[in-house]
């Protein structure tokens, strides 16, 4: 039952996951975490920090691994896998098809334009959810999340922050 | 079948060794697509781009579908689909599998602690990022559709939203031009 419910929540992340990996986290979390509470924030944060720094597309890697965090079997991750996938591999093969008439299509970049806002507003939410007593747990995380904010702002590789702050939890816990 | 094989390996390539996720990922393709294999000019890649952004799922999966398709047909856009996602899978399950017996180790706790915090800033900093691209009249928009679903709207019902006003504001647009 739980795997047909995995499979149908990663297929509507896939179907409805506009704008990139930070949008689609917003849909994981309201699916995962929200509605089906198979994980809980402070598990999301950190398979998020695992996804963000290993190689691959975020979707996947976090479909990959609640898949197996919430089945604790292998099925559990090929089905979320392909679930939020399965979309992706649809709307290509039918958009290959009409791709001459779709390409400068008018509608095509007008759903991309309107739906910029909601996308950014969706990455806004995911992070304002995930701040939470759990994942800032004194002072000393605020130290770091001011830091990591400074240093991506001064254009430092994201995944340098990952490594970098995890490097100093290490130490200062 | 070596064609195939040949699609299959050029994604899987860039999956295996390409942090940071679809952004950084759309840059390997690029380089791998247009120069090392000479499959297409840069233009028509970045045709094939501008779909794969504006469909639903990860961009680069898209890309590598829609760039598949157009070598080899059905079973071209299989092996990148296959190509582009097999690394990722097979990485985070054995993750998956290891972690899930170290994360409660005490040092292992330590690391998480200080990563998190840092897990926020970037998705904030992400929200930073993309605003710079939209018209400040947008702004209240993209701040409702956030307070919407922290009160439990779901996301979905928010980007069907948008897709119809898009669409419609469109299709106003263009017959009243007429």
């Known amino acids: ?173 | 079948m070596i064609q195939l094989l040949h699609i299959f390996w050029s994604f899987f390539k860039i999956g295996l060794f390409t942090f940071g996720g679809g952004y950084t990922m759309i840059m390997m393709m690029q380089r791998e697509i247009t120069q090392k294999n000479n499959w297409m000019g840069e233009k028509e890649f970045m045709d094939y781009l501008s779909l794969a952004q504006a469909s639903p799922g990860p961009m680069a999966v898209n890309t590598a579908i829609l760039i598949g398709y157009r070598q080899h047909k059905l079973a071209g856009g299989i092996a990148g689909f296959l190509g582009s996602t097999l690394p990722s899978f097979i990485i985070l399950l054995l993750i998956a599998v290891f972690f899930q017996d170290f994360s409660e180790n005490p040092e292992v706790m330590k690391v998480f602690n200080g990563l998190r915090p840092s897990v926020v800033a970037l998705i904030l900093y992400t929200v930073f990022v993309f605003a710079r691209n939209i018209r400040k009249w947008e702004y209240p928009l993209f701040i409702a559709v956030a307070g919407l679903i922290l009160l439990g709207i779901s996301p979905l019902y928010l980007i069907c939203i948008g897709i119809i006003a898009g669409v419609a504001y469109t299709y106003y647009k263009t017959h009243k031009s007429k």
Request: some cysteine; proline content about 3%.
């Open chain 1, 1 to 173: 039952m739980v795997y047909w419910q995995l499979f149908i929540a990663f297929f509507k992340i896939g179907l409805f996951g506009f704008g990139g990996g930070y949008a689609m986290l917003s849909l994981i979390q309201h699916q995962v975490v929200t509605e089906h509470q198979w994980i809980s924030d402070t598990e999301f944060t950190n398979i998020i920090a695992i996804s963000q720094m290993t190689p691959g597309p975020i979707s996947i890697n976090s479909a990959t691994y609640i898949g197996y965090t919430v089945t604790h079997s292998v099925w559990g991750s090929v089905l979320t896998t392909f679930g939020v996938c399965l979309p992706s591999l649809l709307i290509m093969l039918i958009a290959s098809y009409f791709f001459v008439r779709l390409r400068n299509n008018v509608y095509v970049s007008a759903i991309m334009r309107s739906i910029y806002p909601v996308v950014i507003g969706l990455i806004l939410s995911a992070a304002l959810q995930l701040m939470t007593r759990e994942n800032f747990i004194d002072f000393k995380s605020y130290l770091i999340f001011a830091g990591a904010l400074l240093l991506l702002y001064k254009n430092m590789n994201p995944i340098l922050v990952m490594a970098l702050s995890g490097f100093v939890g290490f130490f200062i816990y």
